[in-house]
């Protein structure tokens, strides 16, 4: 369980040591360290914060330290020419190693935040285009899939073509609405079929699925959706879902069979258990959107009764008691995708600080995090790639609802996730 921190102590610049927690009461853009608030491990960094302008600035928390402050220094005596002109010259080079270190920081900042923003960019439009499509796929459906049509070419395209692809947590959205799961599911759909090996027309096919698989739920009755407590003939009238988003499929014109199919078999198994037709030869593309949706469901669900799951909770219990119904190659390769702490995971970092997960990184165990840093605006917090930093590591998940009211509402953990892509620029 994370613990935050206690009240800080001011000390002076010339008391730091290795093994304190420290506090720089700065700008965060007038150091080169990744956060305010750390543990000082090395004496690199002593050196540098000491290079630093901290006089008044600088506090320690005792119940974060594993050190306590050196004794503040008498005056030493007066230093020869030669040994002046020694301590100026390393002066001067830790000076200029700083200046590019922090120059580094903030570039790495810049392209992470240019990332983001093109992300939710993105997710903006496609949220306009996929809400006006299924709000109106009942009445207009031929107009209504030819949007979805256009939106499922263009996402197959950049994420077939893209050599780079990059998953981002977004910001809290406040409106609400079908587009939210349907681009969740778009989404991830997308990045497991390329790493699965889909083709462009087959990622078009599932794209077009997944925005439409759900389209059917208009005809379902709101008092249904809300909850799981459904009786018997409730149950069936929901799973009729399923059939209702097949019928506006076809209606629309736009689907090919394949991605009928992709809708039709969506709440299918492997082992049979499935439904609406409790048979085992859905496609590849359809065993996708059949793990995809289960995890977006779990995490985010549409019954007001019931509890979402933390994203590695909701990948545990797929893996764990879901297995026999879900195809475990693309199981695995959902959870390869997200890694071991998927985006949306409060985590308490190696340093005692906490941070958010935002992204999933190159290694499973170091995704990209946002620094729980109070001190600051949250726009402007750090997001830090742990693949990048050898000395900072996950140590365990956080359960958002132990946090602090105050820490709580400025990590923001969404109870409804939401998830979109950035092609890198030159990856395609």
Not at 139 to 166: D, H, V, Y
Request: include cysteine.
């Amino acid at each position: 369980m994370w613990n935050k921190p206690g009240q800080p102590v001011p000390i002076e610049p010339s008391q730091l040591v290795v093994g304190l927690y420290v506090w720089l009461d700065m700008p965060w853009d007038e150091h080169p360290f990744i956060a305010n608030r750390f543990l000082v491990k090395t004496a690199k960094d002593v050196a540098v914060i000491q290079s630093l302008v901290t006089q008044g600035k600088l506090y320690y928390h005792p119940d974060k330290s594993s050190a306590t402050p050196a004794p503040v220094p008498e005056d030493p005596p007066s230093a020869d020419d030669v040994a002046r002109a020694q301590a100026d010259e390393a002066a001067l080079a830790l000076a200029k190693e700083v200046k590019a270190m922090e120059a580094d920081k903030k570039a790495r900042q810049q392209r992470q935040k240019d990332s983001a923003t093109r992300a939710d960019r993105a997710w903006e439009q496609a949220a306009r285009s996929t809400k006006d499509a299924l709000l109106t796929l009942n009445r207009s459906p031929k107009s209504a899939g030819e949007m979805l049509s256009a939106l499922s070419r263009e996402t197959a395209a950049a994420i077939s073509q893209g050599q780079n692809i990059l998953l981002h947590l977004l910001g809290d959205k406040k409106e609400q609405g079908p587009q939210f799961h349907a681009l969740n599911v778009l989404t991830l759909c997308m990045l497991v079929g390329k790493k699965v090996g889909l083709s462009e027309r087959e990622l078009a096919d599932l794209a077009l699925g997944a925005l439409a698989h759900d389209a059917g739920k208009v005809q379902v009755p709101p008092q249904i959706l809300k909850t799981n407590q459904r009786k018997k003939h409730e149950e069936d009238f929901f799973r009729q879902h399923v059939m209702f988003s097949v019928q506006l499929a076809s209606q629309s014109g736009v689907f090919s069979k394949e991605a009928l199919s992709i809708v039709a078999d969506h709440h299918e198994a492997v082992d049979g258990s499935g439904w609406p037709r409790s048979h085992q030869t859905s496609s590849k593309a359809a065993r996708i959107l059949a793990v995809v949706n289960r995890y977006d469901n779990l995490c985010t669900p549409e019954a007001a009764d019931a509890i979402p799951l933390m994203p590695a909770e909701a990948l545990a219990r797929m893996f764990r008691l879901e297995g026999k119904q879900l195809d475990t190659a693309i199981l695995s390769a959902l959870i390869k995708l997200l890694g071991v702490y998927p985006p949306g995971t409060v985590v308490q970092l190696s340093d005692g600080s906490l941070a958010l997960v935002v992204a999933p990184g190159p290694d499973s165990l170091r995704p990209q995090v946002l620094v729980y840093s109070p001190d600051v605006n949250k726009a402007d917090a750090p997001t830090v790639e742990l693949h990048n930093e050898t000395d900072l590591k996950i140590t365990e998940a956080i359960r958002p609802s132990t946090l602090p009211p105050d820490v709580f509402a400025w990590l923001n953990p969404q109870q409804r996730l939401s998830y979109f892509f950035s092609v890198e620029s030159g990856s395609r």
